[in-house]
């Protein structure tokens, strides 16, 4: 035995597997009936490989094939690969919407990492809401982690446009309701506008939560921006499974990396990528797993000094695979060393100075300089006032300038559905000028806080070229969506926040840059408004969502369960 392995820890799963006790006999005897040799596992680290592959989720549709990529890279380096399926949350078909499932799926991480004889974790995922649920998981279980992420999907692609999965759908969609395209372009747009496996390859929620954990030092150097199915990818995924079995050797653990300096680095990248507000509440509720205090006033104060250098839509020209081959995110970064702490570690480098090193921008256009920045301050800006106390997040970069500083009268809808059923009526009277409001639509009145806060403009303005309105709601909306749009309202409207006590034609005033959102009634008429409030029926009697509904918190929290974001230890199983 070397020096060096004298000194390494024990392997946590040589618990389950050492000795001449019962348990023991039994554990090996069943990993022999898996068809395993003991040279194959004893003594070696048993690396989960946590797969939330499914068939009814386009993003992950290729992950059966890099799990091979990854338990390939274990084995070469002298690990055990072991591959756990786990929930997939599918952005596109899960209902009411894949927020009310995040939390479950990072218990489902936890508890799957602590249960079974496993000694450090790879997670494969992307698609939205599983990037936050996998690292949350593994950040309160702190076993060594490493994500693999799923990767954009190639450039969509109608006649000779290119497309941008979900930005190009809000666009069209609201073309054909204005009557400039008919149902043959839609057919056609239908068959084009995702041509491949991976997620939105617009800096949406899912490029912006994977440059995010790629960011954090969670991921290898560039593995954010990789296409699903370029050949690089896989090279990645087996690169991943090889580093995660010298994390375990090295004991190296998300707490020693996931600290302070990573997520403030974490919210400046997601600011100079101009990238989802979603990543807000995410980023709030991992730093939270990870014992770190992480608030909307942060997201605030390091957007006045991060300039936008992606040029990437929704908020800027081009698409993923053009800002990976632009240089990525080690590009980027590379641009904006003075803002990061570099000295702070990753699971690919003792620092992340030296994982930037050498890192290069090939395209002036697709990745700004910050002397040709596309806005000078970060994208999304958090708002306060009397409508929203705990606050609210606007992305700025994404809405028509004009509508930053605006005052117009409320029109509100109670509900999504009355939304969707009424919105069209002339007798509301919408102008241009109109503030649509939309509320019970929060973590607990959605339920689940769905992405509906790009309430449609009424056709009619549509037809007469309006493409943008003041839109505020206690919902979020989906990374890939534009508009001047106030979202995550705080308290929400379903717990008596003051969007609740909106009427039709109160006057609202927006003011992003002095970040106030006012409804411009006075307190004391909003006093007997609140007195009148009656207090909603619970949306579920049993169930998860009984669970949900009980533990939930509010958005500017990080919507996680209060006994997940609860201190306190866990012991360790008993295992023998």
Known sequence: MTGTESTRPPLRSSAWYDGEGLRAFSHRARTRQLGYLPEEHLGKPVIAVLNTWSDINPCHSHLRERAQAVKRGVWQAGGFPLEFPVATLSETFQKPTPMLYRNLLAMETEELLRSYPVDGAVLLGGCDKTTPALLMGAASADLPALFVPAGPMLPGHWRNVVLGSGTDMWKYWDDKRAGLIGDCEMAELESGLARSPGHCMTMGTASTLTAAAEALGMTMPGASSIPAVDSGHERMAAASGARIVELVRRDLRPSAILTREAYEDAVTTVLALGGSTNAVIHLVAMAGRSRVPLTLDDFDRLARDVPVLANVRPGGRYLMEDFHFAGGLPGLLSRITP?????????????????????????????????????????????????????????????????????????????????????????????????????????????????????????????????????????????????????????????????????????????????????????????????????????????????????????????????????????EPHVS
Request: glycine letters at 10%; aromatic letters at 4%; one cysteine or more.
């Open 339 to 571: 803002l990061l702490h570099l000295d702070r570690p990753t699971v690919a480098h003792d620092s992340l100075r030296e994982q930037l090193a050498g890192a290069l921008v090939h395209d002036d256009d697709v990745i700004r300089h910050p002397a040709n920045a596309l806005a000078a301050e970060g994208g999304i800006a958090v708002l306060r006032g009397n409508l929203c106390p705990d606050g609210a997040v606007v992305k700025h970069i994404a809405a028509e300038p004009h509508l930053l500083t605006h005052t117009g009268p409320a029109v509100v809808f109670d509900d999504y559905r009355t939304l969707q059923a009424t919105v069209n009526d002339p007798a509301l009277g919408i102008t241009a000028d109109s503030v649509l409001v939309l509320r019970n639509s929060g973590p607990l009145g959605g339920p689940g806080m769905p992405e509906y806060g790009m309430l449609p403009i009424p056709d009619h303005l549509l037809k007469q070229g309006v493409r943008d309105m003041v839109r505020i709601s206690d919902a979020r909306m989906s990374g890939t969506s534009y508009g001047a749009c106030v979202l995550h309202i705080a308290p929400e409207s379903y717990v008596g926040g003051p969007l609740a006590l909106v009427r039709d034609h109160d006057l609202i005033t927006l003011d992003v840059p002095g970040r106030t959102l006012h409804l411009d009634v006075d307190d004391a008429e909003l006093d007997r408004r609140r007195a009148e409030l009656k207090p909603p029926p619970a949306r579920y009697g049993r169930g998860y969502g009984a669970l949900y509904q009980d533990q939930i918190t509010q958005a500017d929290t990080g919507c996680d369960f209060r006994f997940l974001a609860a201190p306190g230890d866990v012991p």
